[in-house]
């Protein structure tokens, strides 16, 4: 598993974000997946009727994934 730190713009907002993340690689092939947890609110993601955090909540998880491969 590796972290790895930089900032996420999200919304107009930019905030540093930590993503954790594993990394497989075979041969020419490289697969990544991971996840970081996101305060939606601190980038303004929900306003109006949607901004009250007891209806959805306030903490999400954002998961991502994708391959890759090497250019011979």
Do not use: C
Request: proline share 4%; aromatic share 8%.
């Amino acid at each position: 598993a590796y972290r790895a730190a930089g900032t996420l713009s999200l919304h107009g907002v930019q905030k540093p974000v930590t993503l954790s993340f594993t990394l497989d690689i075979k041969g020419d092939d490289a697969t990544v997946s991971g996840s970081a947890p996101l305060s939606r609110t601190a980038f303004g993601v929900g306003t109006g009727e949607w901004a009250d955090t007891g209806t959805i909540k306030d903490a999400v998880t954002v998961n991502f994934s994708f391959k890759a491969k090497r250019q011979p």
